[in-house]
């Protein structure tokens, strides 16, 4: 069973930059997947980004693409991501998740979730 935690949520104005990390119970096998979803209030989870073993491969859904960057440091059993240039609707509860399907946007890829953390843009 591994467990997530996610840290580094926040109150942030628009335009700036936050960084949210997850921390994985155990060492991730090398077939591990690991992605970031969000949710916002009145609205369903949906993928931000996607990030394979090695860090070799990443996806990203439109919205970030450009401004966020997912990255892992499987030695601190830790993935980030580094959220800059942030607007008012990248506002929600971002969790972290981790499976073995591969690279996917699909939330039922991943077995496993975090309880999430607060990210609050402001105008």
């Known amino acids: 069973q591994v467990q997530l935690a996610e840290s580094g949520g926040g109150l942030v104005q628009a335009g700036g930059s936050l960084r949210v990390s997850c921390a994985t119970s155990?060492?991730?096998?090398?077939?591990?997947?690991m992605g970031w979803f969000r949710q916002a209030p009145g609205k369903q989870r949906e993928f931000v980004a996607a990030?394979?073993?090695?860090?070799?491969?990443?996806d990203y859904s439109d919205s970030v693409r450009g401004r966020f960057t997912i990255s892992r440091d499987n030695a601190k059993n830790t993935m980030y991501l580094q959220m800059n240039s942030l607007k008012l609707e990248d506002k929600g509860v971002y969790y972290c998740?981790?499976?073995?399907?591969?690279?996917?946007?699909?939330?039922?890829?991943?077995?496993?979730w975090g309880q999430g953390t607060q990210v609050t843009v402001s105008a």
């Open positions: 990030i394979n073993w090695s860090g070799g491969l990443q």
């Open positions: 998740a981790a499976g073995d399907k591969g690279l996917s946007r699909w939330r039922g890829a991943y077995a496993y």
């Open positions: 155990t060492r991730p096998s090398t077939s591990t997947t």
